[in-house]
């Protein structure tokens, strides 16, 4: 049996039953919350919309002490960025309104490729996702995601 809740507040590397590697800050829930919120009484792990109950996670890797070019993670987005972009335009402005500007930044980093004209990776709501770029310049004031924001949105023609 894991500690989970060692790891609320950190920055991990969560490794699920199926083998995919989910990177973020996550949040602990404890099995009432599960029981109360999802119907199942266990605790879990949650990075952003991602919740990832103990019996379904193989490995957990601490993040906390890495540094590198991205920061605590070790690439600039991950699989948890690419479900959230398939996902749609909810789950893309659920991320990019929060107030963790490190998902923000990677979840741009994302939207960065699926954008790109000469890149075969299909969008959906491609015109929602510009929109809600505009609008995220107007309430982020992180200067590495206003320049990141500006950088996409540029490259856009917009």
């Known amino acids: ?8 507040g ?11 590697a989910f990177d973020g800050i996550c949040r602990y829930n404890c099995a009432e919350y599960g029981e109360h919120e999802y119907g199942r009484a266990e605790e879990s792990l949650q990075i952003e919309n991602f919740l990832f109950f103990e019996r ?21 987005y991950g699989k948890l960025e690419i479900l959230t972009v398939e996902d749609g335009i909810d789950s893309i402005e659920d991320v ?27 969008l959906p709501d491609r015109e929602e996702v510009l ?9 982020n004031t ?6 990141k924001t500006w950088h996409i949105l540029n490259g856009q023609g917009s």
């Open 1 to 8: 049996m894991m500690n989970l809740k060692k790891y609320d």
């Open 10 to 20: 950190k920055c991990v590397r969560i490794i699920d039953s199926s083998g995919d």
């Open 131 to 139: 929109a809600t770029l505009r609008k995220l310049l107007e309430v």
């Open 56 to 76: 379904h996670i193989k490995d957990i890797q601490s993040l906390d002490e890495n540094t590198g070019p991205y920061g605590r993670f070790l690439d600039p």
């Open 142 to 147: 992180d200067p590495n995601i206003q320049d």
């Open 96 to 122: 990019l309104f929060s107030e963790e500007n490190e998902h923000v930044m990677r979840l741009l980093c994302c939207l960065e490729e699926y954008l790109n004209p000469d890149l075969t990776l299909t």
